[in-house]
């Protein structure tokens, strides 16, 4: 009988064992760095929705840019690209003030654009990378890609823009640059190294298949063309990313996600200049 009892008691025993050692991963303690992540990602989460930015991030967005250095400091990081809208602008807006006649201009050019100042038609070409130091939905900076030069009715040239700005604005859009949008934006024009004609061609006709789609600051780093939200340089880098060339080369700011400072700075572009007529 006391054999019986003690078989008995010794299996209970293995069996309770084999459960906790196969259960226990399951119920590991979470580490010092997830509850540091977690605080950090409900801290910039607060910033943004207090200062009026429409940060639209997942938590598993937060930790797919986080690459093992200090919390603190990563948690630092979101703040230097955030930045709250001006007085008076929308959620989301792409703008910092001035005008709005150049966003969401579909196939034709505004009669208010304007070429005489500059010599953009000179130098500007298809591919081109656009950033505005003047803008950004929430985020420090603008990117566009120029869809093209394309011809006006009266026999007159303007440029064709493709962006991701607010959704109130259109979201992924056609849009112009022209010298208002230049002064008014404190305009770069960048071009991508290495980018032969076929690499142009297709990194627009990505842009262009995303025209329509809604914009989402998220900071996430999508490339698929089943993406159905974009924000500014995500877009603009991931058309260019498909073609195997990288225009953000690792965050050299060291900032979350896509950022324009990260393409400005990016040792695949380089800036073209143009000048007063």
């Not at 119920?27 to 540091?36: H, L, M, N």
């Not at 690209?81 to 034709?108: E, H």
């Amino acid at each position: 009988m006391i054999k019986k009892y003690f078989k008995k008691f010794v299996g209970l025993a293995l069996a309770a064992i084999m459960i906790i050692g196969v259960s226990a991963p399951a119920f590991a303690a979470e580490t010092q760095t997830d509850r540091e992540l977690r605080i950090a990602y409900k801290n910039v989460m607060s910033y943004a929705a207090s200062n009026n930015i429409d940060l639209d991030m997942t938590y598993d967005d937060f930790l797919s840019n986080y690459t093992g250095q200090p919390v603190l400091s990563y948690e630092q990081s979101y703040y230097s690209v955030l930045v709250p809208p001006a007085v008076g602008n929308t959620r989301s807006s792409s703008s910092s003030g001035g005008s709005t006649y150049y966003y969401n201009t579909g196939f034709s050019c505004p009669s208010q654009a304007t070429y005489s100042k500059y010599n953009l038609l000179d130098v500007v070409k298809k591919g081109d990378v656009i950033y505005e130091a003047n803008g950004g939905g929430g985020i420090t900076g603008h990117i566009a890609i120029v869809d093209g030069i394309y011809t006006k009715s009266d026999g007159s040239e303007y440029i064709r823009l493709i962006e991701a700005i607010s959704n109130d604005q259109g979201g992924v859009t056609r849009s112009i640059l022209d010298d208002t949008r230049v002064d008014e934006k404190s305009v770069t024009i960048l071009r991508v190294s290495g980018a032969t004609s076929d690499i142009i061609n297709e990194a627009v006709k990505f842009c262009r298949g995303e025209v329509g789609s809604s914009y989402s600051l998220d900071l996430a780093k999508d490339t698929s063309s089943n993406e159905t939200d974009w924000y500014c340089s995500e877009l603009v880098w991931a058309a260019y990313k498909n073609q195997g060339i990288d225009i953000e080369v690792g965050g050299l700011h060291g900032e979350p996600g896509i950022t324009p400072h990260d393409i400005v700075g990016s040792s695949k572009t380089y800036t073209v200049s143009y000048s007063e007529q």
